[in-house]
């Protein structure tokens, strides 16, 4: 009996040490494996989201930072810190233990051999090309359907009328407005409008629409044509803004469509050769109101200055690092459990590209519309000035709201009313 003490007492504090170090690989944050990989993940409602660094795609991976795993929907594969290293490594549990841990297994002064090692490293990088052969023919095919979508909306603005005597003038006629001479802006009579979400494409509209070109830097041009705004019309209507409802489910359809590579773009109301000056609101009329506003008082920058329409406060502001919680709206779960919603946040994210300005431009001022929701609204122009100072430091950029619960156009119809 005696003999066999001293091989359990060994093997009690192997276990004990083999126990712990397992418990240490387990104990390390969840994203370090990806920072050895420099995966391309975004933070999104408390996980980070984006193409797996395995299998590609566009957002089927998925680490939770509350719960410390990973799931990739397109392999199934899921699991903990341990079983993502296993996955993104391509090696077994033990070695993904000695990678997490910096120190081979206890009780084994060589971890994985040169052989195994060579081999995982050979099998690493052939996994890595076929990644990329699958990367880049999927953004392959993604560059040709936008390049396909852009000459349809090529087309569609070729198509379009002139302004004058259109129902497009009427509208902006109906919300006080004129366009400059020099502005994009065309009519379509005639245009359907398809719904959005059925297993089969239907029209739930036509009639006129406003359309206005989006341009964007594309290939080292500044203002390439990028797709279309599009803003149906319904002159029986008092702001003259269509109201449209889908026949099959009976919800409101919105009467505003971006199509084409819009993301980044703008729509360039009033242009000049070298602006000094450049303001940017979200919608057409709101910019139009505010150019008309300047126009009737003499603003003295009028002639530098260039009025673009950005289209949307998530266009002004640009990508954000992350989001944060709304103070006052709150969202229910499945379970009945309230928590706030989450909205992008201020901080701009500078490794993807937004709006890009004239290198002329001294000064922007960013159009705030009081009847958005202030929190989100203030944090996609607070994020759109920080984007703009990154890149230029001797910016200077301003912020004009309107009042609370109207836009621009409201103050200037109520003015002229």
């Known amino acids: 009996m005696d003999s066999h003490a001293p091989p359990a007492a060994h093997d009690a504090a192997h276990d004990a040490a083999y126990a712990e170090w397992i418990s240490e690989a387990r104990a390390v944050p969840i994203t370090r494996p990806l920072e050895r990989l420099a995966a391309r993940l975004v933070v999104r409602s408390g996980e980070l989201v984006g193409p ?18 990973f799931h990739c929907r397109g392999s199934g594969e899921g699991g903990d810190v341990i079983a993502l290293t296993r996955y993104l490594e391509a090696c077994d549990f033990h070695t993904a233990c000695a990678i997490l841990t910096g ?59 002139p302004l004058p005597g259109t129902a497009a003038e009427a ?16 009519c379509l009579p005639d245009h359907p409008l398809y719904a959005a979400g059925r297993a089969q494409v239907a029209i739930v509209h036509r009639g006129p629409a406003l359309v206005a070109p989006i341009v964007r830097p594309i290939n080292g041009l500044f203002g390439r044509f990028a797709g279309l705004h599009i803003t149906w019309i319904d002159l029986a209507e008092p702001d003259g803004k269509a109201r449209i409802r889908d026949p099959e489910t009976g919800l409101l359809v919105p009467a505003r469509k971006v199509r084409g590579s ?47 329409a950005a289209y949307s406060l998530d266009n002004i502001g640009g990508p ?10 709150r969202l229910r779960d499945s379970r009945g459990r309230e928590r706030p919603r989450r909205v992008k946040g201020p901080v701009p994210d500078l490794a993807r590209p937004g709006l ?4 002329t431009t001294r000064r922007v001022w960013l159009l705030g519309d009081g009847d958005s929701d202030r929190f989100t609204t203030e944090a996609a122009l607070l994020r759109a000035a920080a984007r703009f100072h990154a890149a230029r430091p001797d910016l200077e950029v301003y912020v004009a709201w309107a009042p609370d619960g109207q836009d621009f156009n409201d103050v200037l119809r109520r003015v002229a009313a």
């Open 52 to 69: 797996c660094p395995v299998c590609g795609g566009r957002d089927r991976f998925a680490v939770s930072l509350r719960k410390g795993v």
């Open 356 to 359: 890009v300005l004239p290198e």
């Open 171 to 186: 509208y902006l006629a109906l919300r006080g407005l004129a366009a400059p001479p020099e502005a994009p802006l065309r």
């Open 103 to 161: 120190r081979n297994r206890p009780g084994r002064e060589v971890g994985e051999s040169t052989e195994a090692r060579a081999d995982r490293q050979a099998a690493l990088a052939k996994r890595a090309a076929a990644l990329a052969r699958v990367t880049e023919e999927a953004r392959r095919t993604e560059a040709r359907f936008r390049e396909r979508e852009r000459m349809r909306c090529w087309q569609l603005w070729r198509a379009a009328q």
């Open 320 to 329: 954000a690092v992350g989001t944060v919680p709304h103070p006052t709206e």
């Open 262 to 308: 819009a993301r980044g773009g703008r729509i360039p109301l009033v242009s000049v050769p070298e602006p000094e000056d450049l303001v940017i609101g979200e919608g057409i009329e709101t910019v139009l109101s505010v150019w008309r506003a300047h126009a009737a008082c003499g603003w003295a920058r009028r002639a530098t200055a260039a009025y673009w």
